[in-house]
């Protein structure tokens, strides 16, 4: 005869049974019940008598060490993590040349505080660029080192105390989070080699075929490059936005000013089409919709040394559409430039004068012939052809499926992710990597 006794009152009994079963104290049994009885035979248990069921007493040191082992593990599994960060890091700060880098600094240095640097101003520019870059690299290799050992100096800590601190081992977990991800966005850099690459990024959006749903369409890709600049703690603002007639936008505008934001969304350049059922739709039928999306480099106006000649360009002027200051709506105020020879063009409507819309459109044009000649290797802007992007079937370089199941996938480089969601809340950085990496490969033959 089995009978369960209550040893001690601050022991807790852990009731447990043999595989399979659902064994659970009853309320109403006494503390002395006979378990080998008919009623614990076929109602109270569910089990062979091979299995007898068992009543386990926790103690309170017992528990203590269950913790003290899991948080144990927890800093043996931290003390790894921050070794394979450690040894990441030396190898990206040894392929980097951290001595030739030095070196460099040092030459250009001499060449900065030479008394005839300021002959030739545009050299003398170039020059501080390339001192910044400089600088900034070498800070960068510097941070990745110190946070490696702000990482390790805590784990060596948590090795001479006589109880593990969680406190401490988060705050080692959330530095070797953000290093990882600043060797992510390292990495990323180095693949990134062009002429516009390290500048600021000016996104233009426009609702392609699909009606009403493309113009929603149109209006998350927006929200989505807007979060994305925002989770890279770039300044980002819309800077023109015409608002579709049902839902939606027509087109926008997103100037992001931040340090290689164009050479990351360069490859969002395209076509993007999007699978869903249509909230716009009251039979819920599945619809396919496309956005397209053009990229060009934000760049400052004394470093375009372009050239257009006045009648290749074609300058005409509207009303600008949506909400805003006494000449909305009342003056035409919106401009719109044609680069004849290539058919490309550019509308600006965010300024409050048509002048200062005609200079900014200009600018933009100029950026977006630059680019242009850039990839298709022209010595000259009249030696380039149109390179206009179509929202339509056949052109897109990325499919969001939304129904009858989820994912993304981009067509040039093949990758894709079921989490839709957060593609569609910024998290861009697996597309831009596979992206800069496939480009990159693509280069390769013809360097050989």
Request: proline fraction near 4%.
């Amino acid at each position: 005869m089995i009978t369960m006794q209550i040893l001690h009152s601050s022991l807790r009994p852990i009731w447990c049974s043999a595989p399979h079963t659902s064994l659970k104290p009853h309320r109403n049994l006494p503390l002395n019940f006979p378990l080998s009885s008919s009623l614990s035979r076929h109602k109270f248990l569910s089990t062979s008598s091979r299995f007898p069921p068992c009543v386990l007493f926790a103690s309170p040191e017992s528990q203590l060490d269950m913790e003290v082992s899991t948080e144990t593990s927890k800093w043996a599994m931290q003390g790894r993590d921050v070794e394979a960060t450690s040894e990441r890091a030396e190898e990206i700060r040894a392929s980097a040349g951290l001595l030739q880098l030095e070196e460099e600094l040092a030459n250009l240095e001499m060449k900065a505080a030479d008394s005839s640097f300021w002959d030739d101003r545009a050299k003398a520019q170039e020059t501080l660029l390339a001192l910044t870059d400089v600088k900034d690299k070498i800070k960068l290799l510097t941070d990745f080192k110190m946070q490696v050992e702000d990482a390790e100096t805590i784990v060596k800590l948590t090795e001479e105390m006589d109880s593990i601190d969680t406190g401490l081992l988060e705050e080692a977990a959330n530095i070797i989070k953000e290093l990882n991800k600043a060797l992510d966005r390292f990495e990323l850099t180095q693949l990134l080699s062009g002429p516009y690459d390290k500048e600021g990024a000016v996104i233009s959006i426009t609702a392609g075929a699909g009606g009403t749903d493309a113009q929603d369409w149109a209006d998350m890709l927006l929200r989505m490059y807007v979060r994305w600049g925002e989770k890279q703690r770039y300044k980002t603002r819309v800077v023109e936005k015409s608002m579709g007639e049902e839902a939606g936008i027509k087109s926008a505008t997103i100037e992001i000013e931040g340090r290689y934001a164009y050479g990351y969304l360069s490859g969002e350049k395209g076509t993007h089409r999007i699978v869903r059922q249509s909230p716009f739709n009251s039979k819920g039928l599945r619809q396919t919709s496309f956005s397209g999306v053009e990229v060009m480099p934000l760049l400052p106006e004394e470093s375009m040394d372009v050239e257009i000649p006045e009648e290749d360009l074609e300058i005409s002027f509207s009303r600008a559409g949506g909400s805003g200051g006494q000449n909305v709506n009342k003056v035409e105020t919106a401009v719109r430039i044609t680069h004849i020879p290539t058919g490309v063009a550019v509308r600006c409507t965010e300024q409050r004068s048509q002048l200062a819309n005609k200079i900014k459109a200009l600018s933009r044009l100029k950026a977006k012939l630059l680019v242009i000649a850039e990839e298709q290797r022209a010595s000259e802007i009249k030696q380039i052809r149109g390179d206009s992007v179509k929202a339509e079937w056949g052109q897109q370089i990325r499919n969001y499926v939304f129904h009858p199941y989820k994912l993304v996938k981009d067509t040039r480089t093949g990758y894709e992710t079921s989490d839709i969601t957060s593609v569609m809340d910024g998290e861009l950085e697996p597309f831009i990597k596979a992206y800069l990496k496939f480009k990159y490969s693509m280069t390769l033959p013809k360097q050989n």
